[in-house]
């Protein structure tokens, strides 16, 4: 196990400093050279051809697709888009790289030169520079059986799937983050969250971060506090959820630190992030851009978006998420606080769904932010992750305002439905949590409660009404939970006269 330094010291002695690589597979149909389908899922190496295995004589035909979703992204970012780009050979071996090159841009990328401005959690906007946003395909996929750490390190042999090879990418790199100090976990977590916000608005990528269909590169260095020159840093690889980039972040803050302090330096590595201990582990020596020994790609013709191509595309842009969550803000009157709590929660998409599906605002919001998020909490997932739909709480919410459901029952329905036990009716059904509404079946345990407290019981017909919640616990005791509360204090006014 590596040493680290206390967070507050590491904040102390050293500035940190971030870029931030994300890669995105875009939902087109087909690879980005070849007609081969993109479908996530498949059995292995059923999705392959000549082109995307790399065979001789096959020839690569750019996907258009692909690149009008690279200038929508790069226009959503504020980016310039290039009026002549190209790709080019990243040359290196992968046993997942059948080529043993990867297609990419390299000094030439189709969208450069933008920003995207980030609101943390207290409100404050902090405005992240982008590099960059370049086409490249993905890499296959390696299983390495055996071992027990799932690593290449101990496992008896590999597999290779090469479904994933050829899917369309674009890398989105950030320019270099200073200045955040004690707020670069949060600041990286912010970010990518507010590009998978933006992504999934462009409806360019399903942005499913479990299925690496959004995966984070998180370069971390340190600088001495007072020095301007950045430190050598880390590039902690392929980080697969929100919460796993902001404690990637600070544990390479913390490791980085202590390995400075002690005398040491930092090696320019790709690292590892285990999710079980929140810690990074050594993965290769980082190459530098002349390692990859880029050359141009001669096999595929320059790319140049007209004018006329690029507007067209600008045209089609959808409402942007900070403009929704301004519209939202004013239709349903909410205060920058409660705005914020949505926003914090990753919450605002989910909520907007479950109001499309039938349910208040109130009530999509009640739902999502406090009882769904603790849920997710608990289970060390984003919210979006667990398995619920904003459809299926938009029915809980009715059966609520129906009456069919208490507020209590709803929250086992709820938890029925996570636990995959079907649709919330069918969850009723299954365990028996519809109120209960028969007015004979609540007299009668109404009856039997005043018989047992008779002198609660004299008591409300003597007029002291708050007495009455004694007899309703009771009731609701004989009926599990299952009936309506107030209207079981109705019948027991009415029934005491």
Same mark, same amino acid.
């Given at each position: ?5 206390? *967070? ?19 939902? $087109?149909? $087909? ?60 040359? *290196? ?68 799937? *090469? ?63 007072? $020095? ?7 590039? $902690? ?261």
């Amino acid at each position: 196990m590596d040493e680290v330094m206390d *967070y507050d010291e590491v904040l102390e002695r050293f500035d940190p400093v971030l870029g931030l690589e994300v890669h995105v597979e875009l939902s $087109t149909n $087909t690879k980005m050279f070849c007609g081969c389908p993109t479908t996530f899922g498949a059995e292995p190496n059923t999705q392959v051809c000549p082109v995307c295995l790399g065979l001789p004589g096959a020839l690569p035909v750019l996907n258009g697709m692909a690149v009008e979703s690279a200038i929508r992204i790069g226009l959503s970012l504020g980016c310039e888009i290039a009026e002549w780009c190209r790709f080019a050979r990243k040359n *290196y071996f992968y046993p997942d790289m059948p080529k043993n090159f990867q297609t990419s841009q390299y000094d030439e990328p189709i969208a450069f030169n933008g920003k995207l401005d980030l609101e943390l959690e207290d409100g404050t906007v902090v405005e992240v520079g982008i590099e960059r946003a370049h086409m490249e395909e993905d890499t296959g996929k390696s299983l390495h059986v055996g071992g027990a750490t799932g690593r290449i390190h101990g496992a008896e042999h590999s597999l290779l799937d *090469y479904n994933r090879a050829g899917v369309p990418l674009i890398e989105i790199v950030t320019k270099p983050i200073v200045g955040t100090g004690a707020r670069a976990p949060e600041l990286a977590r912010a970010y990518v969250t507010a590009l998978r916000d933006l992504l999934r608005a462009l409806e360019v990528s399903d942005v499913r971060m479990d299925q690496g269909s959004l995966r984070c590169d998180a370069n971390v260095s340190l600088m001495p506090s007072g $020095t301007t020159e950045f430190g050598t840093r880390t590039e $902690t690889k392929n980080v697969n959820s929100l919460r796993s980039v902001e404690r990637a972040v600070r544990y390479e803050m913390t490791r980085q630190a202590a390995v400075l302090a002690g005398g040491g330096s930092i090696l320019q590595e790709t690292r590892h992030f285990d999710e079980s201990t929140g810690t990074t582990s050594a993965g290769r020596r980082k190459e530098t851009s002349e390692d990859y020994r880029y050359f141009p790609e001669p096999d595929l013709v320059p790319i140049a978006p007209s004018t006329e191509w690029v507007e067209k595309v600008r045209a089609t842009l959808p409402e942007m998420p900070w403009q929704r969550r301004k519209r939202i803000q004013a239709d349903w009157q909410l205060s920058d606080l409660e705005l914020r709590d949505l926003v914090n929660a990753g919450a605002v998409d989910l909520v907007a769904s479950t109001v499309d599906a039938g349910a208040s605002p109130s009530e999509a919001r009640a739902w999502w932010v406090n009882y769904l998020s603790q849920e997710a909490n608990s289970r060390g997932v984003d919210l979006g992750d667990l398995s619920i739909t904003p459809a299926q709480v938009a029915r809980v919410a009715a059966l609520v305002a129906s009456g069919s459901l208490t507020n209590k029952l709803a929250r086992e329905v709820v938890d029925g439905v996570l636990a995959g036990e079907g649709e919330p009716d069918e969850v009723v059904e299954k365990r028996g949590l519809a109120v209960v509404s028969d007015d004979s079946a609540l007299y009668a345990a109404i009856d039997e409660a005043l018989a047992a407290q008779p002198d609660v019981a004299d008591k409300i017909r003597g007029g002291k009404v708050a007495a009455a919640g004694a007899i309703v616990g009771a009731v609701m005791k004989a009926t599990k939970g299952k009936a309506d509360a107030k209207r079981v204090r109705d019948l027991i006014l009415e029934r005491c006269g």
